[in-house]
C-alpha cells in the first residue's frame, strides 16, 4: 500500500476513536460496550481506510467487499467508521443511537443500505454468516472478499472454521480480536486457549501481529497467500486501546464516562 492510504489509516482509525468516545458520552449515563470497541479501531481504519472495495454512494453493489462484525457488542466501532466513510451521516447516526426506534441500537442489525451486511450479537453466529458469503463468492465465481472480526466465545465459530477451511475459502479474512478479556475477566483464566496452534492445525493461514499497529494490520493483508486457505490474524490487541484509565481494566468492556473522563479522553485524543 502505497505510503498516502497508510497515512489515511492512520489518521482514519485517530478520528474513530474519538467518534466511539463521543458517541459513547452522548447516550448519558446509559453503559455502551466501548473498550472492546476501542480495541478494534485499528483494523476497522484499515479495512475501510483502504483495504476494502466498497462504496458508500452504492451500498448493494454485487461485487462489494463484505464486512461481518461478529462480535456486535463493538457496535459504536461499526457505527462511528461507517458514518466517517459517508454511508450516513454523523449527525443521523448521533440522533438515532439507542434511542426509541433508533436505527443504530445497542447491537446491529442488518441494514445493507448503510453497509451494515447482518445482524450482530448473539455470540457464534457472525462468522458463520460470513463463511456463507465467502462461500457464495466461490459457488458463484464473484470476486468479493468477506472480513469479519472472528469472535470465538461460542463453539460454532470452530465449526465456522472448519467449514472455512474445508471449502477451501481463500476469500475470507478473520482478524481475532485477541484483547485478552471477555466481560467476566481474562480469557487466560476462563478458556485458555492458543488460536495460532489450534486453527494452524485445521487448516487455516495463521498470521500474529500487534493488532493495534496499522502497519502491520496492512502488511498481513497484503502479503496474503492465494492458497486455498483462509486467512486468521491474531492481533494481539489492548482492550480500550487510546484512553490511557480504560487500557486494560476490564470495567470498561461496558460501562459509561462522566463529564471528567470525557474530557481526559478528548485531550488524550486529540
Known sequence: ME???INNCKQLAKELRREIVVSSYGTGKV????GPALSLADFLA??????MNIDPSNPFKEGRDRFVLSKGHAYTALYSVLSLRGFFSTMEYHENFMTDGGLYPAHPIKQLDK???CSTGSLGMGLSFAVGKALNAKKKKLDYKTYGDGECNEGSTLEAFVSAVQYKLDNLIVFIDHNGYQQD???SEIMNFSFADTLGAIGCKVVEIDGN???AIINALENRPINGKPLVIVGHTIKGKGVSFMEGVNSWHHS???EDQYKQAMEELK
Open 46 to 51: 484499515v479495512l475501510y481506510g483502504g483495504v
Open 185 to 187: 475477566g481474562m480469557t
Open 3 to 5: 505510503q498516502k492510504k
Open 256 to 258: 459509561s464516562m462522566n
Open 213 to 215: 499497529d496499522t502497519e
Open 115 to 117: 453497509g451494515i451486511e
Open 31 to 34: 453503559g455502551v460496550h466501548i
